[in-house]
């Protein structure tokens, strides 16, 4: 298995409370990307990163940040928690023409 | 914007039938063409594709891509319950350093 690390991999909140979610990799991968998931939509990019401090937004983008300021870590910050950023949350890393690895997931219930 | 279509949406077959899962995209500057398998937490990589008519085989499964027709089908033969899971199609376009998904087919396989 690739070595990614995502925590916590469960986390209860409520809502208007910030919430940061972490990725740990030991690949030295360039890629590190954070994903949701929901029932019918497959798996929605957030955000991406292509190296330290490069980030860029993804297609649900609105609500989160991110931050990168080592190859191995990657955290995905909510500001401010709504109960429509409740899901399972993915993060995964790449090189360059390669397949992406995923880690286990973080479920995320905003209350 | 980048677009990924699976179908089915949902398939239910009996063990030892053989199924074949689509799905079609529309990206800027087509990189490959990934497919995962997920279970109960992480997608797993099947198959990437770049070139067109060349299938990639791994056992029972395999893959093939069309890039005339902006396709991709996956061949399950001799279905067994284990392969019961949700299966996740996903393109990259060239400099996108980016994976878009599609909504994904569960497939269930009845013994």
């Known amino acids: 298995d690739a070595g990614i690390t995502q925590s916590p991999r469960h986390k209860v909140t409520e809502t208007g409370t910030p919430v940061t979610l972490r990725c740990h990799q030991t690949e030295n991968h360039r890629y590190m990307y954070w994903y949701r998931q929901d029932p019918g939509h497959g798996l929605r990019l957030i955000h991406y990163?292509?190296?330290?401090?490069?980030?860029d937004k993804g297609e649900v983008s609105d609500g989160y940040s991110v931050s990168r300021s080592k190859t191995e870590d990657f955290l995905l910050t909510l500001e401010s928690a709504t109960s429509s950023q409740t899901s399972v949350y993915f993060c995964?890393?790449?090189?360059?023409?390669?397949?992406?690895?995923f880690g286990q997931g973080t479920r995320l219930t905003v209350v | 914007e980048d677009k990924v279509v699976q179908s089915p949406l949902s398939l239910v077959v009996h063990e030892g039938d053989t199924v074949t899962l689509n799905c079609s995209y529309e990206?800027?500057?087509?990189?490959?063409l990934l497919w995962y398998k997920q279970e109960k937490k992480a997608p797993t990589f099947l198959f990437m594709l770049t070139s067109s008519g060349i299938e990639k085989k791994s056992g029972r499964l395999s893959s093939i891509l069309d890039k005339k027709e902006l396709s991709s089908i996956l061949n399950i033969t001799a279905t067994q319950t284990g392969d019961s899971a949700i299966y996740l199609c996903?393109?990259?376009?060239?400099?996108?350093?980016?994976?878009?998904f599609g909504q994904g087919t569960r497939l269930t396989i009845n013994p």
């Open positions: 990163s292509y190296g330290v401090k490069d980030t």
């Open positions: 990206v800027t500057n087509f990189r490959s």
């Open positions: 995964a890393i790449g090189q360059p023409n390669t397949e992406a690895f």
């Open positions: 996903a393109v990259e376009g060239k400099g996108a350093q980016k994976l878009v």
